[in-house]
């Protein structure tokens, strides 16, 4: 089924059910090792999440969504999953860094060559290709970020940590078009945190982890989960940079932070994932409020252009106010498309 105009997804990540996870633990933080949040005991664990999973797609669907995730109801948080199923990192003994907030959190401490033993997400996959007849997006997180939720005790070097993160990317992602992907995500919001390393070398790890990968790659960047980032710039310090990179769409947080949208200018050949839905705000936009942002983008960007989404993972919302928002911003997205006709 071709898309719409201004069709509409989540960034990635969607509520977790009361019963699945610890809500109340998950809220303080954002997990780089295993956090053990799970409430279902390992017996019943795989069967829970796929329940959420079910869910999850279900919302989506009734809300509209064009395309659809699997909610990343199987994440203690975007990253810990994959990079935790490394070879080359000790999760047991872990390491340390300097988290968005300037605070020491716990993270893998990488011992021994980053290699990706098995895939990780591919079951995640076929679950959510087999539970819907929708466009689908699964997202993985990104080698430059991962390389920067590490402690480094065997490489010495940056970049070919960064470069090592980015092999196991790209076999992963690769498996997971095989897998039924439409569209396949890269998290990285760690270079806009630490914008010169990423213009060093992120940019290069960016395109080791899109090698020789055919489909459609979005990127996502953000300013952090708003429950736990609540002092948010009003400018991306890396953006433009990724108009020479591989990937097609890229995905911005424009709602909350108010962000002037001529930065869009700097990125004249890629689809936008545009930040409609504020995530620092349990009031419900209206789809007039939605509609009202997405016209502000077309200033810049031409609406064959735009993909419009929440402005980041939404796990962190109570789940009726997540829905609402997306609910929301589906009827904001049917009032610009009627606008333009289409």
Known sequence: ????????????????????????????????????????????????????????????????????????????????????????VDIKNPGTTINRSGKPIPVPRVTGPIRRRHPVEVRDMRFLRANTKRAVKITVPGPFTMAKQAQDDFYQDEAAMALDYAAAVNAEIKDLFAAGADIVQIDEPWMQQHPEKARVYGLKALDRALDGVMGTIAIHLCFGYA????????????????????????????????????????????????????????????????AARIRKALDYVSAERIVVAPDCGMKYLPRDVAFGKICAMVEGAKIVRRELGA
């Not at 995905?251 to 689809?271: C, M, Y």
């Open 227 to 290: 429950a736990v980032v609540h002092d948010k710039p009003s400018g991306y310090s890396f953006l433009a940079e990724l108009e020479g990179s591989k990937v097609q769409q890229v995905s911005i947080e424009a709602a909350q932070p108010n962000l002037d949208l001529k930065v869009l200018r700097g990125l004249p050949s890629k689809t936008i994932i545009l930040g409609v839905i504020s995530l620092g705000d349990m009031a419900i936009e209206t789809p007039a409020i939605v």
């Open 1 to 88: 089924m071709p898309l719409p105009l201004l069709p509409t997804t989540l960034v990635g990540s969607y509520p977790q059910p009361d019963w699945l996870i610890d809500r109340e633990k998950l809220s303080k933080q954002v997990p780089r090792v295993q956090a053990n949040l799970w409430l279902p005991g390992a017996s019943e664990l795989e069967a829970k999440q796929d329940q959420a999973t079910l869910l999850a797609i279900r919302d989506q669907e009734r809300a509209g969504l064009d395309i659809v995730t699997d909610g990343e109801q199987r994440r203690e948080s975007y990253s810990n999953r994959f990079a935790n199923a490394l070879d080359g």
